[in-house]
């Protein structure tokens, strides 16, 4: 994507960097333009040095570019934490506070050009001021904002604040518009017109979304960072929707609170990240074997033990895939970008009750606290029913027979409250009525029933994504995923036709997709943000991928990004 | 007593896997008892368990049941009654199963105090796993993991649930069934959480348990809604008085109302 503009406002604790970030967010928003924020943060559980990174365009952004156009640092305290994530050359901006001392010398060497701004100077000057409202009239007028859309975003930032908090920073917003920062007309973006069917939501949020459009109206869970923001967001959500939030003990509690709503015949989800997800384990396997359908979403941190809570890793892939003990289909479904995050949840939901399995989210930080203005996601119409054994249904003559073998290995369930309905859900290997068993017959009968009803059912195209079409095939997941899909219109404008196979399914794993998209490729690349390789060994373990098949994986937290991605294709092709 | 239905109504024609003599039998029989005389439609009724011999219990009574992992039983039981309040919920397992791996569902059970009813068959051993001490098991008891005993002090289940604000506290005897079904019955009416800890006895791991029969006896007092004045009791006794030691009708879990509201309505608050 060539029109776009990177920002980058940083600041320590109580500068505001963040608030500036929210409500250039939303004025790009009201502005019509499309935008992707992400957060980073330093250690301190509150009030420490913090930046947003930003990229706008007039087409829909699904991450960030290569570099940042613009700096703002409200000051210079601890910046040297995020240049990593924050790559400047000599085409960069950067715009401090004249009160803030010398620019430190690791900006200075990127070759960016420094601004000094009268930021707190002005800011005492005004009642009420912050320099960080004075900041963002700057980046304002570099974008050509108009004050009119500045107050909008102000009034639905802040709003709840107050008047008077409002008009203070509009009064500094408009004495910021009147900085002299020199003529950068190339930052601006051609002028869009105005929408009012974008969404502004993060990652979480539309993951949460997701859980409610597919009917989820019971979670139970355990504090975790970055999983929390989703429970958060439920919570009183779900309460509006007659449903129910428990905040969980621990998370085998969480797990198996789940899985005693959804017996109970609610459709039911918990949220965590890497740490819960291994306390899960045992739990979600009795979902599998006594086939009671719940969704768990794992936001992935970096790993692994207590890792990095704050940033970003698709490390948990193999937990995900082989965690269980003993042989236990399931199923693990990861969303593309932030807007696919309602899609990938809202479908996971509807697919564990309707294989009355159990279904995991790979969702990650990077996706889940980052904000887009996006899209409204489509409301996606999904087979969503659980095979419910009717009073009328049940033959009065035997005892119910909850697990009876059926042609697609679904059997109907009776949900309490059903009368002849009785049955005793069981994590034993059982019989066809519940009843433990331990014959080689019964355990065979099962496991086949349980194996067959996932590998037999129709996932549909929406298996994967597939954009492009050249010899060039990069195979990837999740977050990589999106930036892949930037990297390969790159490559094609670049005469490199590429394309881009984005798994939202990755198991049961859907072989003959595979090798039919593979078809004719001359190079395959699997590119992932963890350290082993965990899709492309897993792939090559199915034996989709051709023996020349290259990994190109690296562990977070940096996100691995579109450029990287383009001269990693082009070394491929020349490599030829 | 509802005349209409009877005990045997409530059993399924599954045969408990358990040893001729088991401690078991006798809650089974007390729920049986208490379903009938409460006269509950069998499909409002679900119990739910964990893992061991006590933990089979589900599969024999004809009513929903869920046979989970060891430990969880009262997580599955939450999930449950959070989801379906209309129905009667028990949770019901031995004292391994409900004190040592699956404790910290205990405490935050008592203290949550939804309106269930959580049986603990104690035999003092790991009757399923072939004989290990428990929580319960006295220090000296020397199995063949443990050749010098345990050395560790009992478990306090009934002082853990008062403290953790249990609202009904009650110990019961497999050889008193009558107490023990009055105890079920009315640990089922609490409104909130209920907590029967049932002296159940392994004769195959610990016969010794055998004189059981002439050491339990009532608690001398009536029940008390003084915790203070409960947990006096409880720390006094040798652990085989039974009856109800402790009612409180504290404010059972709920679920939060706020007023209603749809979906399309909540998707409202994305737009730019
Ligand atoms: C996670 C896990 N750890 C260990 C076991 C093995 N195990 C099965 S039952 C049991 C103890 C049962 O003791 P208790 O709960 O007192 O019940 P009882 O058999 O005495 O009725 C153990 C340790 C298991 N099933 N799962
Ligand atoms: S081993 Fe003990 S607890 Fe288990 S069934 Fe036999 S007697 Fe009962």
Redesign the pocket.
């Known amino acids: 994507m060539n029109n776009s503009v990177s920002i980058a406002v940083t600041g320590s604790g109580g500068s505001g960097a963040v608030t500036t970030g929210l409500i250039l967010l939303q004025a790009m928003a009201k502005a019509g333009y499309y935008g992707y924020m992400s957060r980073t943060a330093g250690p301190q559980i509150r009030g420490g040095e913090s930046a947003v990174m930003m990229r706008f365009s007039n087409r829909p952004v699904h991450c960030g570019d290569d570099r940042f156009d613009v700096l703002l640092a409200m000051d210079w305290h601890k910046l040297e934490r995020f240049a990593d994530e924050i790559p400047l050359d000599g085409n960069s901006l950067i715009f401090g506070d004249s009160a803030a001392g010398d620019i430190p010398e690791i900006l200075t060497a990127s070759g960016a050009a420094f601004t000094a701004l009268d930021l707190q100077q002005t800011a005492r000057s005004i009642e009420g001021g912050r320099a960080n409202m004075l900041g963002l009239g700057s980046l304002a007028r570099l974008l050509g904002l108009s004050g009119d859309t500045m107050r909008q975003a102000l009034q639905a930032t802040l709003g709840k604040k107050g008047e008077h908090i409002i008009a203070a920073s509009m009064a500094c917003i408009e004495q910021g518009m009147g900085f002299d920062i020199g003529d950068h007309g190339q930052l601006q973006l051609p002028s869009s017109a105005a929408q009012d069917s974008h969404w502004n939501i993060s990652g979480n949020e539309a993951c949460g979304l997701g859980a409610l459009r597919g009917g989820v109206r019971f979670v139970a869970a355990y504090p975790i960072t970055p999983a929390s923001d989703i429970l958060e967001w439920l919570a009183p959500r779900l309460e509006k929707l007659g449903g129910v939030l428990l905040q969980a003990e621990d998370e085998l509690a969480s797990v198996n609170m789940i899985t005693g709503a959804s017996f109970g015949g609610v459709p039911s989800l918990t949220a965590t990240s890497g740490p819960g997800l291994s306390l899960m384990m045992?739990g979600l396997g009795l979902a599998v074997a006594s086939e009671t359908p719940i969704v768990a979403i794992d936001v992935m941190r970096g790993g692994p033990s207590t890792g990095i809570p704050t940033k970003s890793e698709q490390s948990d892939l193999n937990l995900a895939l082989y965690g269980f003990h003993g042989d236990a289909p399931h199923l693990v479904v990861a969303p593309l970008d932030i807007s696919d995050c309602v899609f990938a949840t809202h479908w996971a939901v509807c697919l564990a009750e309707q294989l009355q399995t159990v279904a995991l989210v790979l969702s990650d930080q990077s996706l889940g606290q980052t904000r887009a203005v996006m899209d409204k996601p489509p409301h996606a119409e999904l087979p969503c029913q659980r095979r419910i054994a009717h009073v009328q249904d049940i033959d009065v003559s035997q005892a119910f027979q909850r697990y009876q073998l059926t042609g697609d290995g679904v059997s109907p369930m009776s949900i309490p409250g059903t009368p002849a309905g009785m049955y005793t859900a069981d994590g034993l290997e059982h019989t066809e009525r519940g009843t433990p068993s331990s014959m080689a017959s019964d355990h065979d009968a099962q496991m086949r029933k349980r194996r067959d009803k996932l590998t037999a059912y129709n996932y549909g195209s929406t298996w994967a994504r597939i954009d492009g079409n050249g010899p060039v095939a990069i195979i990837s997941w999740g977050s990589t995923s999106a930036v892949c899909r930037e990297a390969a219109e790159r490559l094609a404008s670049m005469g490199i036709p590429a394309r881009v196979i984005s798994l939202r399914l990755l198991l049961p794993l859907n072989h003959r997709g595979i090798n039919e998209v593979l078809q004719g490729c001359s190079s395959v690349v699997v590119i992932e943000q963890n350290q082993a390789g965990q899709l492309y060994h897993y792939l090559h373990a199915e034996q989709v991928l051709p023996p020349h098949a290259r990994s190109y994986a690296k562990p977070g937290p940096l996100t691995i990004r579109p450029g990287e991605v383009v001269t990693l294709i082009s070394g491929v092709i020349n490599d030829e | 007593m509802n005349e209409m239905v009877k005990p045997k109504d409530y059993k399924t024609d599954i045969k408990p896997i358990w040893c001729p003599g088991c401690g078991d039998f006798a809650t089974l029989s007390a729920l049986t008892k208490t379903l009938a005389y409460l006269g509950l439609p069998k499909h409002e009724v679900a119990v739910v368990s964990g893992?061991?011999?006590?933990?089979r219990l589900p599969a024999y009574i004809d009513s929903y049941g869920f046979h989970g992992?060891?430990g969880r039983a009262l997580a599955v039981a939450a999930g449950l009654k959070a989801a379906r309040p209309d129905l009667t919920v028990i949770a019901a397992?031995?004292?391994?199963?409900g004190y040592s791996?699956g404790g910290n569902h205990f405490l935050h059970a008592c203290r949550r105090n939804m309106d269930l009813t959580y049986i603990v068959?104690d035999?003092h051993?790991?009757?399923?796993?072939k004989g290990q001490p428990?929580p319960t098991t006295e220090p000296d008891w020397v199995s063949k993991l443990t050749p010098h005993g345990s050395g560790l002090r009992p478990f306090q289940p009934l002082a853990i649930a008062l403290s953790s604000g249990a609202g009904f506290i009650a110990r019961g005897f497999a050889g008193d069934p009558l107490t023990l079904t009055r105890l079920i019955v009315d640990g089922i009416n609490h409104r909130g959480f209920s907590f029967i800890e049932v002296l159940s006895p392994?004769p195959t791991f610990r016969p010794e348990q055998k004189q059981w029969k002439q050491l339990a006896r009532p608690w001398q007092q009536e029940a008390t809604s003084d915790p203070i004045e409960a947990a006096m009791r409880i720390h006094s006794d040798d652990g085989m008085s039974t009856g109800l030691i402790y009612q409180n009708n504290l404010p059972p879990w709920q679920p939060g109302t706020m007023p209603a509201r749809d979906l399309a309505s909540i998707e409202q608050e994305f737009l730019v």
């Open positions: 045992e | 893992i061991g011999c006590s933990s992992v060891h397992g031995g004292d391994g199963d791996i068959m035999n051993v790991y009757g399923m796993t428990s392994c």
